[in-house]
């Protein structure tokens, strides 16, 4: 029994560990705008969309170019999706879409037959939901005219529903169908009751309320993968075959691909919109500051075969293969703690260059130097930095013979991952209370029974 306790401790930890790592620390994007962010989308290339509560803007930032500017629509925006090089964006009340063309920023008013409840859109037009009509019409932005419509009812919220490659998805009025519409209507059962739906590609995500995530193909389920305890994602985007969320409860930005999942727990923020761009940026909107927040779906370089070798002339040089399986990466230099006698002096850092597949520098220590010992820090342009100790070097021996350690140790890769691992790890501590108080219960009674 209490073998299968421990077990079950075991298990219930390493699942807690397999979701960390994998995402970039959070940086600040100074926009300058006012009034409060409700909602952030992008094309999923290079312009990211704000919408405003009290604003009559929809806010357009280009980020290959860096210029963030602000479109007047005339009224407060809920939702933008893109189509065709246009921005659409539904206007408060339903009744209307703003078109606004991404080159020349010129702004159409679409007037609509009824008022609808979201929008859906891919390269193929814009899908508006009518919630009263109980229909969906796809809109062409170019000609404003309707070019398919289905007599269907689906969810009226605007995470419910979502579209790629010609084909609309929603959740159904009950939410337990992922209903699709394409040449003609198709229905999933869900096993459940769905909260969201997001599509990139042939393949459609589907998030349950009791925090499983389905990946849908066609009329098949492709793998499922369910969240941590009580993460209910609070909004979420899919980009070529991966689903990035939020959670405002768990305070994360995570991803789900057809590996599992990984996540990143937010020290400052709370997450409250997100959207993603290629290669693997990620925007989410901080309702606690206001703000625009930028973050990366990338891996950390890897430190390896580490070397330091002394010459005759005390000059000490520092060898280590560095790889990046993002191939991103950006510099690697080496930090330096120098010591005259038991004195440390202040650390600086050297730049290495590559050589032959591996990172080199050469280091000569200064008059009075008696020990260095060496870290390699390589960093790549997500943001993610790795610190490794190489080892030492003792210049107090004879010239010819300086002695030189090598040491194997790392240091924690993302800086995020031991507050996360600590944060989850409390949750397990009532249960071993439980299991260790059950195991000592059950001891207790077998002594009585032998006594009788």
Known sequence: MRASVVLLLIGLLFLLVAGVEGLSPPRLVELGFSGTALRVDTDGDSVVALAFRDRDVLGLYYMDIGSYLEVKVGAPVVMTVFSKN???ALLQGGGRIALVDLDSKKVDTVELEASA???????????VVY??????EKLDPVSRQVAASWNVRVSESIKAVSAADGVFYGLSESLDELITLGDGVSRVRLDGLGSLVKASGRAVWVVRGDDTVLRIVGSAVTSK????????????VALDDKLVYVSVSRRVVGVVDQQGFRESRLAEQVPVSVAASRPYSIWFLDGQSNKLYLLFDSLP????????ETSADRSTTVRVRVGDPDNDLDKVMVQLYEYQGTFPLDPRAIPMDEVGGFWVTVYRPGEGVTKTEFFVNATDKAGNSVLEKIGEADYRSSPTGVQVTVVET?????????PILFSEMLL?????????????????????????
């Open 86 to 88: 246009f921005a659409a």
């Open 117 to 127: 409840s979201s929008l859906a859109g891919d390269d193929t037009g814009v899908y």
């Open 131 to 136: 919630p009263r009509l109980g229909r969906v």
């Open 225 to 236: 993968t369910p969240l941590p305890s009580a993460t209910f994602v609070t909004d979420a």
């Open 301 to 308: 370089p890897v430190i390896s075969e580490k070397r330091l």
């Open 410 to 418: 790392t240091a924690p890769q993302n800086p995020a991952t031991f």
């Open 428 to 452: 397990l501590v009532p249960l071993i209370l439980v299991a260790t108080l059950f195991v000592f219960a059950r001891r207790g009674r077998r002594k009585k029974s032998k006594k009788r």
